[in-house]
Structure formats: C-alpha cells, structure tokens
C-alpha cells in the first residue's frame, strides 16, 4: 500500500484533504476526490467502494464515515499490481478509530499506525503474523490478559496503563488482529457496553522436520541424525515445553531464530550463514544445538525441532468464570455471554478441538 488520505466533505466547498501518511507527497487534485465523492454517491448502500481511474498505476480504496454531523472518506491508495488483503470489517474499525481522532493530538500517530496495520498484513504470511503476538509486547501482555477471560474495552485500557504501563496504546488498532486471526469476539454487553471474548487461544510446539535433508551417502552423520530424533521425540514431554515457555524464550522472541528456522525448513545450511540470522551470536548458536533445535554435522546445520503455532479452544477459562463470577469481578451477563461463546465454538467443532498452522 502506499498512503493513506484522510477527507473531510465540507458541505459548501466540497472534498477538503486534512491528512495523509506517509506525508512526502501532494494531495491529489479536487477532481480526483470529486470522482471519488461521486462514485459513493453512485453506490449509497455501501460505505465502501473501489476506484480505479482510467490511467496510472494505482488504485483506491475509500471508506465513508460520519462523525458528529461531518461526513469524512479515508482514502487507500494502493498499486494494481498489489493485492489488499484486508477484511471491510477491519477497514470499517480503522476509519471509525481515525475519524474519531481527527481533533486531537493523537491523529498524526494513528494514521501511522493504520497505514503501518494494512501494510503489514499485506505482505506477511500467517506465521509471521502469529509470530508478532510473542515478539510484540503489547500483544503478548494483551494475550495473557484475555487468557482469564472475558475483560471490557474499559478496563483492558486501565490495566494496561496503570498495571503494564502502556499509557498511549491505541486498543481498537491492536486488536484488529486479534479479530482477524479470529480469537477473540468483540461484543456490547448490557451494563458493561464494549467486551472482549477469547474463543480461541495461540501457542506453539515443536516437531520433527518435514525432511531429512542429509544426503544418504554421508552415512555416519544422517543415522546419527536420525537415531538422535527417535530418541528425543519418543520423549518429547509437550505440555513441559508449553508450561516452561521454552519455545517463547528460545525462539518466538528472537526474529532471527525464525527466520533461521524457516529457512532450514527447506534446505541445509552453513555454520556461517546460520549465524548471519543470529547476528553472529555464537552462545545463541550454541544454545540452539543443545536444546535440540537445530544439528550441526560436517560443517553444516540442519533442522532438527521445526516449530508450528496450534490455535485451540480455551476452554480452561471456563474455571476461571466461575471463580471471577463468584467474587463479583465480572456481571452476570458476561459470564453467561462467555460461557456460551466457549460451549458453541466447542459443539461446533466436534472432537478436534485445535488448529496447526
């Protein structure tokens, strides 16, 4: 994506652009918005619509917003060669989330970081996307909240602040994609207006690599390889490596183990090139060799633990309701609203209750 445009439709003087990011370039020219204000004319049903000019290169994504009587369009301005991928559900939250800060100090900041949000998830795969909720802090720490269950808008702000001291988090922008990867549910609740729901809760496990890629006629070293992996995944304890964060501590929070991961995924690598990912960390190297998830042999480094993320039900939190219900730290309504969004998603999905990715 390149910019985003941010459009007031002032009703004497017509489009009027406020602001754009990144902001190195012009605004386009009046008749562009005025074609772009005539096609939501054109298309009232739906306050989001395509514009694709007759030349150039680019295309436009604009989404229509009302706020306190100002009619406002948020302009996405992308290459044809390039696919958008973004729901309308999420476009809809980060123009309402825009529009509502366009009188403050805080507008310059959330343009950023919408422009920053759909360029991201244009370009990552699911796992790197996974992989943002360890190695970002603000998603980890809103992770392990979720985890005791249902929370308000509200006070998931406050305890971020006053307990974690994340004080200018803008909430409605980091959680679009908890929404997107569909663990958590958004819902108004009688009482407590917006809350949060996790129907479905993210770690990770190791297992053996998709390909033994030790050429067969180095003998001594592929049995080894091989004896090696039969021996430790006979004996992988899995709920041991969950509950001591292993996984997290070795590898999700450092990018460079990843991507190194990744990449061995498909074929062999050197002792050098492997510690190129590590930024030349040769104890990280090391450590990587004996907590099994990686074997040297000859000069050379193969995969031993590949690592998947598992999507599965939390059902745990169940207890947890109970035991917050009970001591008046939730209402009645959001712990019946939880507890039927967990046994529907449980009935619905049968037997097999998790997801590898």
């Known amino acids: 994506m390149e910019r985003i445009i941010l459009t007031l439709w002032n009703k004497t003087k017509g489009p009027e652009p406020i602001i754009q990011y990144p902001p190195e370039k012009s605004f386009p020219p009046k008749d562009f918005f005025l074609k772009i204000w005539a096609k939501h004319e054109l298309n009232k049903e739906n306050s989001m619509i395509e514009f694709v000019p007759e030349q150039g290169e680019n295309h436009f994504i604009s989404i ?75 998603k980890f720490t809103i992770l392990q909240i979720l985890r005791n269950g249902v929370i308000s808008k509200f006070d998931l702000t406050n305890k971020l602040k006053h307990d974690y001291g994340f004080s200018t988090v803008n909430i409605d922008l980091i959680l679009i994609s908890f ?64 509950e001591n964060k292993t996984i997290i501590n070795t590898v999700l929070f450092d990018k460079g183990v990843f991507s190194l991961i990744k990449e061995l995924r498909e074929k062999k690598l050197s002792v050098n090139d492997c510690l190129s990912f590590l930024n030349n960390k040769e104890d990280l190297f090391d450590e990587l060799i004996e907590k099994k998830y990686i074997f040297e042999a ?18 745990y939190i169940i207890e947890k309701l109970v035991e917050r219900y009970k001591n008046r730290e939730i209402s009645l309504n959001e712990y019946l609203i939880h507890l039927k969004l967990l046994t529907e998603k449980m009935k619905s999905q049968g037997p097999t209750d998790y997801e590898i990715v």
């Open 64 to 138: 229509i917003q009302e706020f306190k009587g100002d009619l406002f369009f948020i302009i996405l301005v992308h290459n044809s060669k390039e696919k958008l991928e973004i729901s309308p559900d999420i476009l809809a939250v980060l123009s309402k989330n825009l529009v509502e800060l366009i009188n403050t100090n805080k507008i310059t900041r959330a343009i950023s970081e919408a422009y920053n949000t759909i360029k991201n998830y244009s370009k990552l795969d699911e796992e790197e996307n996974l992989v943002n909720y360890f190695q970002d802090r603000i």
């Open 179 to 242: 929404i997107r990867e569909n663990l958590i549910i958004k819902q108004n609740v009688p009482g407590s207006k917006e809350c949060y729901f996790l129907i479905k809760d993210l770690s990770c496990a190791r297992i053996p690599p998709p390909l033994l890629l030790i050429e067969k006629e180095n003998g001594k070293s592929l049995k080894k390889y091989q004896d090696s992996l039969d021996d430790y995944y006979y004996n992988y304890d899995i709920l041991s490596d969950i």
């Open 298 to 315: 000859k000069g050379f480094v193969y995969l031993f633990s590949d690592v998947r993320f598992i999507k599965f039900s939390p059902i």
